[in-house]
């Protein structure tokens, strides 16, 4: 590790990558992989992540790995090719291998369309009418959206010790929309709240398998959505039903917990912190100055870069500009708010490790890096 | 001018009260529910609690009675649906109420359509409706075709996952000139597009008009893939439906 810290002493490096050159800060000495952990923890960086905590594959990046959707959600090798381009092509400080939501459903015998190349798996059918009919297959984790998943994420632990895995899992409240219906889940929570207690209660172990299953195979923190989005529900409804259930998750997840919940968010943001998330990944809807006022210190925050209008329909000027004002509200680190559309250029995607690098570079108290002092030589790298 | 207390029924006086902000919409609420019969003012009630049995056998005896289907439509059920998408818009209610609610107005609604159809009313305009390619939702736009429909359109609804050819085929078939794309998801919004640049292909863009909406739809994505115009809600859908109407009758 002696080796690797004495970079500290050198100008800027261009570390070449398949052709594109990252330009790396003086005195970085995290890699992507600690420095995302410190992030998520709010603790100390040399420069603030950019990360995936969500999909950012695009339809360049499956022609860069060769690995194309639909193959790819249902095959380790190849979702692990193209999970890597996230670090390799964007320079990204984390990878998330799982692309899609069909993960737990598919393999709780929901009726999953896998999708063509430009179009994301869904599930098409709802299996399920009653809790009391509802049951773990005992091959659950062996079932092929998991045995991808999982082996997958086992690659890509191999193939970069330094980089950050991010596992996603679909919490009950979420598994419940595939396999019960969004329409008729929604709908129970006030004609039958029982109900959906008792579906929330069932669903719920199958969640926790696959969030340690993940983290087994080699991911170091685990993105959980659930999602209770203002769209759909109060901020009471994520407290009656959820709220007890997550602050359960959070400590019997044994890893480090993201948390996901789509849309303008800022009503509820506060039972997500209570529930003990040690990260929320929120969207573009929520100000970062407002949830970070809200958060505190109780539970970090990442995300919040616009995918319809920014990072889709926009320019790589107009994304670095975007990040950088999401920067200036001082959040732990930026990530696309969500799956980023397929035909998102990858070009304009670049912008977000360039200018989570250019504004730290700016950042540096007293000339340092982001915050706080390296650590002693011997103990870095 | 009415006052809130011409409303006989307590309920809907107290959810004017409580819920209602825009002084235009106060004015007209209490100018339509002082206006309608008690009977009318009790099938909005049974809408707004979502009672779906209560709605059913109100709309029969009401039809029984000899109350017109277009009244009870439009002072009962319509008229009900216009307090829970206020009460929605502005956070009061969220998604599952408006299910609940949307539950029991079909359940009025099956009574009052068959007859509608059959005296041979004239809908203001055709609407394909879908949901776009990739994309299985379609809550809000089911909210959306059921006020529509009260609001004396005539839907096709496509369902989910609308290929840009099944919506061109759609309007080719029902000579319709209004279209309706729904979307939930980032990754599925750019289908928009292509559904509009399938209608300039088959050289139809001129005469049609879209209508765009959805969670994460903005007016100004709608703007970016060629749309017409952007309904936030199902409200804003059927007067968003209803001047894009003007424009292509």
Known sequence: ?381 | MAQLSDIANEFIRSEIEEFLERPEEIERNVALFSRVSPAMQDIAEALIEGDNVAVDRMTREALDGGVGALEIMDDGLIAGMGIVGIKFREGYVFVPEVLVSARAMKAGMAHIEPILAASGVDPIGTVIMGTVQGDLHDIGKNLCIMMLRGGGFTVIDLGVNTSPAEFVAAVEEHHAHLIGMSALLTTTMPNMAKTVEAFKDAGLRDSVRFMVGGAPVTPEFGKDVGADGYGKDALACVELAKKLAVEVN
């Open chain 1, 1 to 381: 590790m002696g080796g690797a810290w004495k970079g500290l002493a050198i100008s800027p490096a261009k570390v070449k990558r398949r052709g594109e050159n990252f330009t790396r800060l003086t005195g970085e000495w995290m890699t992507p992989r600690r420095r995302f952990l410190s992030a998520l923890y709010g603790g100390r960086v040399d420069k603030v992540p950019a990360m995936t905590l969500s999909s950012v594959i695009t339809l360049d990046s499956m022609e860069i790995a060769d690995a194309w959707f639909p193959e790819a959600h249902l095959d380790a090798e190849k979702m692990a090719r193209l999970a890597a381009t996230a670090h390799e092509e964007l320079g990204l400080d984390t990878i998330m291998p799982v692309f899609h939501s069909q993960l737990e459903a598919d393999a709780l015998d929901a009726a999953t369309w896998w999708g063509t190349v430009d179009n994301w798996p869904a599930t098409d059918d709802h299996v399920l009418t009653d809790p009391e009919d509802f049951k773990i297959p005992s091959d659950y984790l062996k079932r092929p959206s998991f045995e991808a998943a999982l082996g997958a994420i086992r690659l890509l632990r191999k193939r970069y010790p330094d980089v950050g895995i991010v596992g996603k899992v679909y919490g009950p409240w979420s598994v419940g929309y595939h396999l019960v219906g969004i329409e008729n889940f929604l709908m129970d929570t006030i004609l039958d709240p029982d109900k959906i207690r008792r579906y929330l209660e069932v669903l719920l172990p199958a969640s926790m398998m696959s969030a340690h299953a993940q983290l087994e195979a080699g991911a170091d923190a685990v993105m959980w959505a659930d999602h209770a989005n203002r769209e759909l529900v109060s901020p009471e409804t994520y407290r009656d039903f959820l709220l007890e259930m997550h602050k359960g998750v959070t400590v019997e997840m044994g890893g480090p917990s993201i948390f996901h919940c789509c849309g303008e968010t800022t009503d509820r943001i506060d039972y997500f912190a209570e529930a003990g998330w040690d990260c929320f990944h929120f969207e573009s809807q929520v100000d970062p100055h407002v949830a970070k006022e809200i958060a505190g210190e109780r539970m970090s925050l990442m995300g919040n870069i616009n995918n319809p209008t920014t990072l889709f329909s926009g320019t790589y000027e107009d994304t670095y500009e975007a990040c950088m004002k999401v920067l200036e509200a001082g959040i732990n680190g930026i990530a696309p708010e969500g799956s980023v559309p397929l035909g998102t250029k990858i070009d304009v995607l670049r912008a977000l490790a360039d200018s989570a690098r250019d504004y730290s570079d700016t950042h540096r108290p007293d000339g340092r890096l982001v915050v706080h002092d390296p650590p002693p030589a011997g103990n870095g790298g």
